[in-house]
């Protein structure tokens, strides 16, 4: 895509996701920003990875990431999310957004013995992981269910700062890092003990892949 047709998918993709409301803290549900939504799905879009693809998207959400994959190309999208909350929202997307039937929402923690998602049978992950802040590794526990899955391909939002941990995790895997961008993720202030009406966190945007 070149800039105008990046800038106009981000402006449909923000009127268009739908958003979180009323976060949990100790989950860490934060709406992932449309640029970077953008970042990860359009180095997909460009490299042909996601066209047709079975995308998994851990801790979905609304389902911004999932809704937005299907709109640039792929066959189906499955979220994991715990919150049952954010499901009619989900649904609603896939409604209007006029992507009947391929969006599957399972609701569940992340596991190894998810019967429903097997190993070898997706094609990338593009998540926006816990940062770990409040719920400690739950960024590592994230990253090594998605490895198990055995994807081609992961992309991930990551806090800055650790990519050396990230890379090594994943060469275990078999898996080697890629730094799409580095951005600036703003956290709203949206719960009691926000003091500043904006933080702003630096994360990685970064592909594993085999």
């Known amino acids: 895509m ?3 047709e990046l ?3 981000k402006v449909f993709l923000e009127k268009s996701l739908p958003s979180i409301s009323n976060p949990i803290r100790d989950l860490e549900q934060y709406n992932t920003p449309s640029e970077i939504i953008l970042d990860m ?10 066209q047709e693809a079975t ?4 801790g979905s959400g609304t389902c911004r990431i999932a809704l937005a994959s299907l709109i640039f190309g792929a066959s189906k999208a499955i979220g994991l999310e715990i919150d049952e909350r954010f499901f009619k929202y989900c649904l609603y997307g896939e409604e209007t957004l006029g992507l009947k039937g391929r969006l599957l929402i399972i609701k569940t923690y ?3 013995n998810l019967g429903l998602i097997r190993k070898n049978h997706i094609d990338i992950i593009i998540m926006n992981p816990p940062f770990g802040v409040w719920n400690r590794n739950a960024d590592r526990r994230f990253l090594e269910y998605a490895f198990s899955i055995n994807p081609k391909r992961i992309y ?9 941990f990230h890379e090594t995790l994943g060469n275990r895997w078999g898996y080697g890092l890629r730094l799409i961008n580095t951005r600036e993720f703003p956290i709203p202030a949206s719960m ?5 009406r904006i933080r702003r966190v630096k994360v990685d945007v970064v592909l594993f892949e085999k």
Request: hydrophobic share 35%.
């Open 55 to 58: 995308v998994l998207d851990l």
């Open 156 to 164: 991930s939002v990551l806090k800055s700062g650790n990519l050396n």
């Open 2 to 4: 070149d800039k105008n």
């Open 7 to 9: 800038r106009n998918a």
């Open 192 to 196: 009691i003990y926000h003091k500043s």
């Open 110 to 112: 992340i596991n190894e």
């Open 41 to 50: 799905l359009n180095h997909a879009y460009i490299s042909n990875y996601i």
